[in-house]
């Protein structure tokens, strides 16, 4: 369990995240949703520990680790871009950051994270000739070869189209309930958070707007804000949504 209890983060005079108070339980997919410049992507960063919160703690299975490093949080991160080394293929990208790790991990115990990714016919591919699904696959399966404790995805899905993107989608989730990795996702994309997540933090300048399941959001919006957010991004009619969303929520 995470516990976010009043984190609140300033530059100067500018205030980016104010009093925010959530619970994200073990295994659950949350993602961090809102528009450009609301604060979630520093949320991100505060969880991971490359930035430092102003005010407030996170508590983690009972722990405090407001003070922590990244490295004694165990937590990582896919970035948005991959941030893959181009002069490596597939295999050595995997693996690269097990040199690292103080507890190794068996080339068996690899093998199973490529299968389950689905990579093993890519692995001595350079990074230029994967697809665009293909390098966030081996970015997500870097990552795993170091058993994070909890899964930061930043906008996992932005630079991917469609039967990619609902390909990599399915297997975020997959991931999640075969390992009960508790992952958390920046995106600012509506459909993308109620069709993924568990549950879905959406900020507004920094607050918290609302935080509840998708069938909470969609049937008992908190505000204006949340109802015109999420509406007008998915371009329909509020009688219209539960159509959309209809197997999501049946």
Known sequence: MLELKSISKSYKDKKVLVDINITIESGEIISLLGPSGCGKTT??????????????QLIYNGQDISKSTMQERGFNIVFQDFALFPHLNAYDNIVYGLKNKSVQMSKEEVQEYIDFLELTPHLHKKIHELSGGQKQRVSIARTLVMQPKI?????????????IKESI?????????????TTIIVTHDPEEALTLSDKVLIINEGTVAQFGTPQEIVSVPKNQFVEDFILRQLHIKRHNIYQLFGETYA
């Open 43 to 56: 949320l991100l960063n505060i969880i991971l520990g490359l930035t430092k919160q102003t005010a407030g």
């Open 151 to 163: 899964l930061l995805l930043d906008e996992p899905l932005s630079a991917l189209d469609g039967v």
């Open 169 to 181: 989608k399915e297997r975020i989730k997959l991931i999640a309930r075969e390992f009960n990795l």
